[in-house]
């Protein structure tokens, strides 16, 4: 039968997960995984229930989230940053049974409704039965769209059984590599590739708990990994090559690695040609979408291709469509469509939203990704920015230019808002408001900023602010965003 974590079901003392001083082997991690599904038993949660998992850098994080697939539950993760009205939003549209937080961390928000449980696992050695490749919800990722609060992307195993075995075969990726990384544990990039896929594979990750380039390098030469992959945002990989520039060690850690992996956005010629002028070797860029998981990477045993993000990986189609959906043949490098895809990663929908499902995936199984493309005589695509301005990737974070609003408009001193996303070095976008106050208002734009990081997370929260009189509107009374920011969206 498939099995979707091979090595937890014939567990031994492999090394499965490094997090900051604390080290598990396979079997130690499927006891602890044990251990979980227990406890949620002896709590009453069922087989088909949904636990959040507050995903704090821990070892029990990643054993709740083992755990909870043994229990035949779907996991939440939540962002241990998640301001509370944003918190009640998932809790109030995921509805999980409980909400489970490591022992020795504090718990982000109480919330009455939600009960939490609270646990140290510190196993001995155990195997897991094995968990059927089938179309069980695994993950609902919170993600944003242009307007509305985050929707939940419900994620089956067979969708990331798919999608990891996929990457695995484009990146050579087998139980020799030890990913590296230092990405939160709540969307595709740091929790379905970076952790789940060194599980699936049987090789190990090494998170890094808090990002510094120093860290990521020091991880990166750990004595104890035989061959390291290291997986990062543009964002990160632009500080990185900063402090590469006087940190010798940092220039060899990145050149002995096995593969330098970017995505969640575009990574810029500047930066690929940086990292490449540093270490002597390039970046792999991919690309994907929380709802379809990765669609393109270049394969491992090509050179980077700047600028691209590679082909369709194995097993999945894609298609470029003009604005009436209709295919458009080119293979020329220059004609410009909606990348749509269609494959086994692609998700099962956005949960309690049918509207929304239906209006990106059509009824033969093609996922629209909003996003803009060319495809190279060769079939490799080129991101070139996305339909709407609204959406907003800001260190690889994806936000919605309409749920922001919606927050500040809140505030009691805020009468018009438009949200921006403006082109930045670092962030790939920083998100800038444009706010008109009420008469007689004053605020400064450190209040507002703080009301957007408290109430929905602070990656969201607006990096400047423009107090204005009017937002500038057409003959509609619709924002024109573009004089705002006129290359945003990019
Ligand atoms: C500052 N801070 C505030 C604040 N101002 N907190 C509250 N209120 C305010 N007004 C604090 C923050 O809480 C944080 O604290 C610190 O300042 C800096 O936080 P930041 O601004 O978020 O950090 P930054 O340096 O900008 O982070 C850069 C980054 C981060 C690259 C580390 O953006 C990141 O982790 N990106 C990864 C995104 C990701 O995983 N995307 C994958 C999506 S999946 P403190 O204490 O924490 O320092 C996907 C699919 C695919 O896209 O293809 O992969
Ligand atoms: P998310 O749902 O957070 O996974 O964000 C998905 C979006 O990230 C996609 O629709 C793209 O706009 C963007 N993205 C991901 N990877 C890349 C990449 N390599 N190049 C450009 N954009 C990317």
Not at 124 to 139: H, M, Q, R
Not at 215 to 242: C, K, N, W, Y
């Amino acid at each position: 039968m498939p099995d979707l974590f091979p090595r937890l079901t014939h567990a031994d003392s492999r090394p499965a997960l490094f997090i900051g001083d604390e080290a598990w082997t396979y079997a130690e991690l499927a006891g602890a995984a044990l251990e979980h599904a227990a406890l949620l038993e002896r709590n009453g949660v069922e087989a088909g229930d949904r636990v959040a998992v507050w995903a704090q850098p821990d070892l029990c994080t990643a054993a709740a989230m083992i755990g909870n697939a043994v229990a035949g539950v779907a996991t939440v993760p939540l962002n241990p940053k998640l301001g509370s009205s944003e918190l009640a939003h998932i809790y109030d549209d995921s509805v999980p049974k409980l909400a489970f937080c490591a022992e020795g961390h504090d718990v982000p928000h109480e919330v009455a409704a939600v009960p939490s449980l609270r646990a140290a696992y510190s196993p001995d050695g155990a195997s897991l039965p094995a968990l059927p490749i089938d179309e069980s919800p695994a993950l609902v990722l919170y993600t944003s769209g242009t307007t509305g609060p985050p929707k939940g992307v419900v994620l089956t195993r067979r969708n990331i059984a798919a999608n990891l075995d996929a990457l695995a075969e484009a990146w050579e990726w087998t139980e020799r590599d030890t990913v590296v990384h230092s990405l939160p544990l709540i969307h595709a990039h740091g929790l379905v590739l970076g952790l789940l896929g060194s599980l699936r594979v049987g090789g190990a990750l090494h998170y890094v708990p808090r990002f510094t380039p120093k860290s990521v390098g020091e991880a990166l030469v750990d004595p104890r990994h035989e061959q390291t992959m290291l997986f990062a945002v543009p964002t990160m990989f632009h500080r990185i090559a900063e402090a590469a520039e006087h940190d010798g060690g940092l220039r060899d850690a990145l050149c002995r690695s096995r593969l330098l992996v970017s995505g969640s956005a575009g990574l810029s010629l500047r930066e690929h040609q940086r990292v490449q002028t540093l270490t002597g070797r390039g970046v792999h860029e991919r690309y994907g979408l929380t709802e379809t998981l990765i669609n393109c990477g270049v394969p491992a045993s090509q050179a980077p291709m700047p600028g691209y993000v590679g082909p369709p990986l194995p097993g999945v189609e894609l298609k470029l469509v003009d604005d009436q959906r209709q295919e458009i043949d080119a293979y020329d490098d220059q004609t410009i469509g909606e990348v749509v895809v269609r494959s086994a990663a692609v998700f099962a929908g956005y949960l309690n939203r049918e509207d929304a499902t239906a209006a990106v995936l059509d009824e033969e199984g093609w996922f629209h990704t909003g996003d803009l493309g060319t495809r190279s005589e060769r079939g490799a695509i080129r991101i070139l920015g996305r339909r709407s301005t609204d959406l907003i990737k800001t260190g690889g974070y994806r936000v919605g230019a309409g749920e922001i609003e919606a927050c500040l408009l809140e505030h009691p001193s805020v009468r018009e808002v438009a949200v921006v996303g403006i082109p930045d070095e670092d962030l790939g976008q920083r998100i800038a408001a444009f706010v008109v106050l009420r008469p007689g208002e004053d605020e400064d734009s450190a209040a507002l900023t703080g009301f957007v990081a408290e109430r929905l997370s602070p990656h969201k929260r607006p990096r400047e602010v423009h107090f204005t009189t009017e937002l500038p509107r057409n003959a509609m009374g619709k924002v024109q965003k573009k004089l705002l920011a006129p290359a945003s969206g990019g």
